[in-house]
C-alpha cells in the first residue's frame, strides 16, 4: 500500500481489535480516504471476519461509510473508505432544537431498520459510533475503526457499551436486532437530555426533570423495555416516527400473531388427524 503511487501516506488515525485505521491522500480522486489494514493475517478467523466487513461495506447500503478500494490479496489486506471529518453525533446531544432532533430521529431509524434487514443486528448503537462527514450527513461507525469500519456486523455473543446494551446483553446475552432497538432508545434519550445512558436508571427523560418532545419520548419508552419481546422492531419506530400511531401499529402486530397461531394451530390438528391414518395397513 506505502509503495502505491495512488495513495500518499498522512498520518494514523485509530487502532482497534481487529485493524489499524490510517489516513492517506487519494491523488486519483484528489481526497483523504480512510485506509484500514487487518491485523494479525495469518489468523484464519481474524481473515474471514475482515472479508466480511468488506462484503458488508460493498453493500452500500445508505447510512453506510462508502468503501472506495480494497485488496483481500495484499499482506496484509486492506480496504479504502471516505474519511468523515465532522466528529460523532455525541458532539450534538442536549443541543439540537424539536424539529430537529424529530428529523435526526426519523433518518436514523430508517438508516438502523434497513441495515437490520440486509445485514443483521449491529451490536455497538450509540452517538460515538455514527459518524458526520464535514457536509454533515451522518453515517454509521464502529470505534474500532474510528468510524471507518463495521468490525460489530459480525455479532459477537455478547457486544455493546454499557448505558447503551440491553439488558440481556449485560446478562451475557446474545447480540440481536431487538438488543440494537434498545441501543436506539438509549442513544434518543442521551441525544434529547444531553446525558449519557446509565445501567438501571429509568431512561425517562421527564422522570428525570428534562424536556422531551411527546413522540420521541414515548419512542424512548418503547425501545428501552427490558422484555425484548416487548419492543417495537425498527420497521415500527420508523412509522410511529412518520406519523402513525403506536395503537394502530399494535393492533397490526397483534393481529398478525394471531394469524401465525391460528396457522400454527391448523397445521397441528390436521397432523393429529391424519395420524390414525398412518398406521393403517
Not at 234 to 252: K, P, Y
Request: aromatic residues 10%.
Amino acid at each position: 500500500m506505502n509503495g502505491t503511487p495512488n495513495y500518499e501516506y498522512v498520518r494514523p488515525l485509530n487502532s482497534g481489535g481487529r485493524g489499524d485505521v490510517h489516513l492517506y491522500y487519494f491523488r486519483t480522486k484528489n481526497l483523504q480516504v480512510a485506509v484500514k489494514f487487518l491485523r494479525d493475517s495469518h489468523l484464519r478467523h481474524q481473515k474471514r471476519a475482515f472479508f466480511r466487513e468488506i462484503d458488508m461495506l460493498a453493500k452500500e447500503l445508505p447510512g453506510m461509510v462508502k468503501l472506495l478500494d480494497f485488496n483481500k490479496l495484499a499482506n496484509p489486506p486492506y480496504y479504502v473508505m471516505e474519511y468523515l471529518g465532522g466528529g460523532t453525533l455525541t458532539q450534538y446531544a442536549g443541543r439540537l432544537p424539536e424539529d430537529h432532533l424529530l428529523t435526526l430521529a426519523r433518518g436514523l431509524a430508517n438508516v438502523l431498520a434497513t441495515f437490520h434487514s440486509k445485514c443483521g443486528p449491529h451490536g455497538d448503537y450509540k452517538p460515538d459510533n455514527i459518524f458526520a462527514a464535514q457536509d454533515g450527513k451522518l453515517k454509521l461507525g464502529d470505534p474500532a475503526g474510528n468510524g471507518f469500519g463495521f468490525s460489530v456486523l459480525l455479532a459477537p455473543a455478547r457486544g455493546g457499551t454499557p448505558g447503551y446494551w440491553a439488558p440481556e446483553i449485560q446478562n451475557n446475552g446474545t447480540v440481536s436486532p431487538q438488543a440494537d432497538v434498545f441501543s436506539f432508545g438509549a442513544t434518543l434519550y442521551h441525544l434529547v437530555t444531553g446525558r449519557r445512558p446509565v445501567d438501571g436508571q429509568q431512561l425517562d427523560p421527564l422522570a428525570n426533570g428534562l424536556m422531551c418532545p411527546a413522540r420521541l419520548r414515548e419512542v424512548i419508552l418503547l425501545c428501552t423495555r427490558t422484555d425484548p419481546e416487548a419492543r417495537p422492531t425498527m420497521q415500527h419506530v420508523v412509522r410511529f416516527l412518520d406519523g402513525e400511531s403506536w395503537a394502530s401499529i399494535r393492533a397490526e402486530v397483534e393481529a398478525q400473531l394471531e394469524r401465525q397461531k391460528g396457522f400454527v394451530g391448523l397445521t397441528l390438528l390436521g397432523f393429529l388427524f391424519a395420524i390414525p391414518f398412518l398406521f393403517q395397513d
